[in-house]
């Protein structure tokens, strides 16, 4: 008698968003709008991947925050990568946030991440 | 002349006549040198018997005839002698009122000449107005004057009912030339064709210039009349013509001396009307030409993005072949300098060699050149020397020494190659560039100021600003060489290296996007002093939370309202400055702290940014606008 067996199949959605340059308080309304439009997709898991990025400030910052706050009502998560540009780390490690984010080395390897 | 004026007297003749006759006498006759000048009755034979009566010089007779008694010849002596009396009496009467005529005449057309020729200021004019006259005056066809500035040819005016060739007219005065004392002319074989008579007079003008005046070609000939009259005109006239010429020359020097003074004009719009600041660098130059025009020359040239040009030379001579040699000189230069992709000093001079060699070689001149180059950022001054000389470097520790020019003067050699020096400069040191104008300058005992006396005066000098050094020189110079006329220009350039102290100002529109442009001005000023890049991102950071708030509290996103923004480096400091005139914003700096991460707040973060990345944060509002100052060592 063959077992009986319950599947149960999970979707997870996972985004990557890597920009490039600065995500400054001029940018940072259009990564908003793109994020928004994400989690009416159904996505809950968030790469930033933050590589490329020169030059990030509060506007910036705000949304990663804001994105961080909705995945965990979600359920979702968010991860880094981390700037490889000063200019943009050192925001994070002002607002103590590279306590708060999770990091990851690469978004090639984001499926491990979670 | 009696038989002229017996005519007045016919009356008085007449009642001797019939007196005589009365007595016995058939006939009356008066007789001057044997000419009958009258008789009564007319028409009669002598009768041989006669008695004569004669004056006392014997030239008149009274002829009595039909008469021989003796006894009447006293009376009739007495009669005639009586006679001749009233003549001569008459006579000279008559030459007299002619003489007074004449002189009143004279006296008028003289006046009247000489009142039309003031109103003449102008030497051709003047003549004019004087050949019409004359020619008036004494009724002939044509008049000419002829004033030989040199001896060769005269310059003619002339005014004729039919003018003559000039070459008459000079033939005239050739030969009135070579005797003034005969006035009057009227020998075919020698006047000129076209001339059947002149009269010449000389115009009393200036020794070394020989004037007449000429009236020809009068219906019947001059009279002596007219010669002394054309002689009075001539003797007139002269004085209002050397005022004339000398008016026309003063004309003329001021003319030359108004476009001397235009060239020098142009010179000194040449010379640069602001020395350009640049920041790190103390310089001044200036130029005091000896003449009116000069051949020396310097400019400073600030040259966005690339170092700071500077250069002086000296054109060899003076005056005005000077003076234009220097304009072209000065003019090639500064387009080499500002134009060309040249940034090395022997690059501009080797241009200026090959672009002006051909005009200095066909004049045989050539020009001295100091070129330089300084690069605030790393303080390196980059120097060519064609020649000039005296160039003093002072450093400021050490003692002050002499650079010699390495490299001959520029307009000698074809493809000669010129050779940049460099110096490293520190805050302090002092390079005076400058003409041999000043070391060269004499006093009355003719001593020369010279390179120890200059020496001298730049040490204790140096302390001064570069204006105050270079105008500390000069007067030292002047006060030496005190009232010994200035033989050469002199011109000077004068560094100092100064601490660094930059700042740029601007505004921007209150958008996030135009907050990148603060950001691009920061960094370049940062990077141009050599700032370390963290640093510079930490400040980039603050200024950039500091104007997004601005936007965003201030203004509310309203792009139609502007940000001023300051941005100054003193050396070891960025002082970062704001104004806005938006809501005035309403924030205790000292309580402001970083929110906890883990909050999440989405917001909040940026003036406590700054804060950590700033040393100094203030917030003034005044005169409606909210003052910001964040100040970060550096």
Same mark, same amino acid.
């Given at each position: 008698?063959?077992?009986e067996?319950k599947?149960?199949?999970?979707t997870?959605?996972?985004?990557?968003?890597?920009p490039?340059?600065?995500?400054?308080?001029?940018e940072?309304p259009?990564l908003?709008k793109?994020?928004e439009?994400?989690f009416?997709?159904?996505?809950?898991?968030?790469?930033?991947d933050l590589?490329?990025?020169?030059?990030?400030?509060?506007?910036g910052?705000?949304?990663?925050?804001?994105?961080?706050k909705?995945?965990?009502?979600?359920?979702?998560?968010?991860?880094?990568?981390?700037?490889k540009?000063?200019?943009?780390?050192r925001?994070?490690?002002?607002?103590?946030?590279d306590q708060?984010?999770?990091?990851?080395?690469?978004?090639q390897?984001?499926?491990?991440g979670? | 002349?009696?038989?002229d004026?017996?005519?007045l007297?016919?009356n008085?003749?007449?009642?001797?006549?019939e007196?005589w006759?009365?007595v016995?006498?058939?006939?009356?006759?008066?007789v001057?040198?044997g000419e009958?000048?009258a008789?009564m009755?007319?028409?009669?034979?002598?009768s041989?018997?006669?008695?004569?009566g004669r004056?006392?010089s @014997? /030239?008149l007779?009274l002829?009595?005839?039909?008469?021989?008694? $003796?006894?009447w010849q006293?009376?009739?002596?007495?009669?005639t002698e009586?006679f001749?009396?009233?003549?001569?009496?008459e006579?000279e009467?008559?030459?007299?009122?002619?003489s007074?005529?004449?002189?009143?005449?004279?006296?008028v057309?003289?006046?009247?000449?000489?009142?039309?020729?003031?109103?003449?200021?102008?030497?051709?004019?003047?003549?004019?107005?004087l050949?019409?006259?004359s020619?008036?005056?004494?009724?002939?066809d044509?008049?000419?004057?002829a004033?030989y500035?040199? %001896?060769?040819? #005269?310059?003619i005016?002339?005014s004729?009912i039919?003018?003559?060739?000039?070459?008459?007219?000079?033939?005239?005065s050739?030969?009135?030339?070579k005797?003034t004392?005969?006035?009057?002319?009227?020998?075919?074989m020698?006047?000129?064709?076209?001339l059947?008579n002149?009269?010449?007079s000389?115009?009393p003008v200036?020794e070394?210039?020989?004037a007449?005046?000429?009236?020809?070609?009068k219906?019947g000939?001059f009279?002596?009349?007219?010669?002394?009259l054309?002689r009075a005109?001539?003797?007139?006239? &002269?004085?209002?013509?050397?005022n004339?010429?000398?008016y026309?020359?003063?004309?003329?020097?001021?003319r030359?001396?108004t476009?001397?003074?235009?060239?020098?004009?142009?010179?000194i719009a040449?010379?640069?009307?602001?020395?350009?600041t640049?920041d790190?660098?103390?310089?001044y130059?200036?130029s005091?030409?000896?003449?009116?025009? @000069?051949g020396?020359?310097?400019?400073i040239?600030?040259r966005? &993005?690339?170092?700071?040009?500077?250069?002086?030379?000296?054109i060899?001579?003076?005056?005005?072949?000077?003076a234009?040699?220097?304009?072209?000189?000065?003019?090639?230069?500064?387009?080499?300098?500002r134009?060309?992709?040249?940034s090395r000093?022997d690059?501009?001079?080797?241009?200026?060699n090959?672009?002006?060699?051909?005009?200095?070689?066909?004049? /045989?001149?050539? /020009?001295?050149?100091f070129? @330089?180059?300084?690069? #605030?950022?790393?303080?390196?001054l980059?120097?060519?020397?064609a020649?000039?000389?005296?160039?003093l470097?002072?450093?400021?520790q050490g003692e002050?020494?002499?650079?010699?020019?390495?490299?001959?003067?520029? &307009?000698?050699?074809?493809?000669y190659?010129?050779?940049?020096?460099?110096?490293?400069l520190?805050?302090g040191?002092?390079l005076?560039?400058?003409?041999?104008?000043?070391?060269?300058?004499?006093?009355?005992?003719?001593?020369?100021?010279?390179?120890?006396?200059m020496l001298?005066?730049?040490?204790?000098l140096r $302390?001064?600003?570069a204006?105050?050094?270079?105008?500390g020189?000069?007067?030292a110079?002047? %006060?030496?060489?005190?009232?010994?006329?200035?033989d050469?220009d002199?011109t000077i350039?004068v560094?100092?290296v100064?601490?660094r102290?930059?700042?740029v100002?601007?505004q921007?529109?209150?958008?996030?996007?135009?907050l990148?442009?603060?950001?691009?001005?920061?960094?370049?000023?940062?990077m141009?002093?050599k700032?370390?890049?963290?640093?510079?991102?930490?400040?980039?950071?603050?200024?950039?939370e500091?104007?997004?708030?601005?936007?965003?509290?201030s203004y509310?996103?309203?792009k139609?309202k502007?940000?001023?923004?300051?941005l100054q480096?003193?050396?070891?400091?960025l002082?970062i400055e704001t104004?806005?005139s938006?809501i005035?914003?309403?924030?205790?700096?000292?309580?402001?702290a970083?929110?906890?991460?883990?909050?999440?707040?989405?917001?909040g973060y $940026?003036?406590a940014i700054?804060?950590?990345?700033?040393?100094?944060?203030?917030h003034?509002?005044?005169?409606?606008?909210?003052?910001?100052?964040?100040?970060k060592?550096i």
């Amino acid at each position: 008698m063959p077992i009986e067996i319950k599947t149960t199949e999970y979707t997870l959605k996972i985004v990557v968003i890597a920009p490039q340059g600065r995500v400054d308080a001029f940018e940072a309304p259009t990564l908003r709008k793109m994020c928004e439009a994400y989690f009416e997709s159904g996505v809950t898991h968030f790469v930033f991947d933050l590589s490329e990025v020169t030059m990030l400030d509060s506007a910036g910052l705000a949304v990663l925050v804001s994105v961080l706050k909705r995945t965990r009502q979600n359920e979702g998560e968010v991860r880094l990568v981390w700037p490889k540009h000063e200019a943009a780390s050192r925001i994070l490690k002002l607002t103590k946030f590279d306590q708060v984010f999770q990091s990851i080395e690469s978004s090639q390897i984001v499926p491990k991440g979670f | 002349m009696f038989a002229d004026l017996i005519h007045l007297h016919q009356n008085d003749f007449q009642t001797i006549a019939e007196a005589w006759i009365r007595v016995g006498a058939q006939a009356i006759r008066l007789v001057e040198h044997g000419e009958m000048i009258a008789s009564m009755p007319k028409d009669i034979s002598f009768s041989k018997k006669e008695i004569i009566g004669r004056n006392a010089s @014997g /030239s008149l007779e009274l002829h009595i005839h039909g008469m021989n008694d $003796g006894a009447w010849q006293s009376i009739a002596d007495a009669m005639t002698e009586l006679f001749s009396h009233v003549l001569t009496t008459e006579t000279e009467m008559e030459e007299l009122t002619a003489s007074l005529v004449e002189t009143q005449d004279k006296l008028v057309a003289l006046y009247e000449l000489t009142q039309s020729a003031r109103r003449a200021l102008k030497i051709d004019d003047l003549l004019d107005l004087l050949i019409q006259e004359s020619r008036r005056l004494l009724d002939a066809d044509g008049a000419f004057t002829a004033i030989y500035f040199n %001896n060769h040819r #005269p310059q003619i005016r002339q005014s004729a009912i039919e003018p003559l060739p000039e070459a008459h007219l000079h033939a005239a005065s050739t030969i009135y030339r070579k005797d003034t004392r005969r006035h009057n002319f009227k020998d075919s074989m020698t006047l000129p064709r076209g001339l059947s008579n002149v009269i010449m007079s000389t115009l009393p003008v200036r020794e070394n210039v020989f004037a007449c005046i000429g009236v020809f070609n009068k219906t019947g000939d001059f009279t002596s009349h007219d010669i002394k009259l054309l002689r009075a005109i001539a003797e007139q006239s &002269g004085a209002q013509i050397d005022n004339a010429l000398l008016y026309q020359e003063a004309l003329a020097r001021t003319r030359f001396e108004t476009e001397m003074d235009l060239a020098r004009q142009v010179q000194i719009a040449l010379l640069p009307q602001s020395i350009p600041t640049l920041d790190g660098l103390d310089i001044y130059g200036a130029s005091a030409p000896a003449s009116q025009v @000069g051949g020396d020359f310097f400019d400073i040239i600030a040259r966005k &993005g690339q170092p700071l040009v500077f250069m002086l030379g000296d054109i060899t001579g003076k005056g005005m072949p000077a003076a234009l040699l220097m304009t072209m000189t000065r003019t090639t230069a500064r387009s080499a300098a500002r134009n060309m992709p040249f940034s090395r000093p022997d690059q501009i001079v080797k241009r200026l060699n090959t672009d002006l060699l051909d005009d200095f070689s066909t004049v /045989s001149m050539f /020009s001295t050149a100091f070129i @330089g180059t300084f690069d #605030p950022v790393n303080r390196s001054l980059l120097f060519s020397n064609a020649g000039q000389s005296p160039i003093l470097f002072m450093p400021v520790q050490g003692e002050p020494q002499l650079l010699e020019a390495q490299d001959i003067p520029i &307009g000698i050699f074809e493809d000669y190659e010129y050779i940049s020096q460099t110096l490293s400069l520190v805050p302090g040191d002092v390079l005076v560039a400058a003409t041999d104008g000043f070391n060269e300058s004499r006093n009355n005992a003719g001593e020369m100021f010279g390179m120890e006396r200059m020496l001298l005066a730049l040490k204790h000098l140096r $302390g001064l600003s570069a204006r105050g050094i270079a105008d500390g020189l000069f007067k030292a110079v002047n %006060n030496f060489s005190e009232d010994h006329p200035q033989d050469d220009d002199r011109t000077i350039i004068v560094l100092k290296v100064s601490e660094r102290m930059e700042s740029v100002s601007f505004q921007i529109p209150a958008g996030y996007e135009d907050l990148r442009i603060a950001a691009k001005a920061l960094r370049e000023l940062l990077m141009l002093h050599k700032v370390q890049e963290s640093v510079i991102n930490n400040c980039e950071l603050a200024m950039q939370e500091l104007l997004s708030n601005i936007v965003e509290h201030s203004y509310s996103g309203n792009k139609d309202k502007m940000i001023e923004v300051r941005l100054q480096v003193d050396g070891k400091r960025l002082i970062i400055e704001t104004r806005d005139s938006g809501i005035p914003a309403n924030i205790k700096l000292e309580s402001v702290a970083m929110p906890d991460p883990l909050e999440l707040q989405v917001g909040g973060y $940026g003036m406590a940014i700054i804060q950590a990345l700033m040393d100094e944060v203030q917030h003034q509002y005044k005169n409606e606008k909210n003052l910001w100052t964040l100040t970060k060592k550096i």
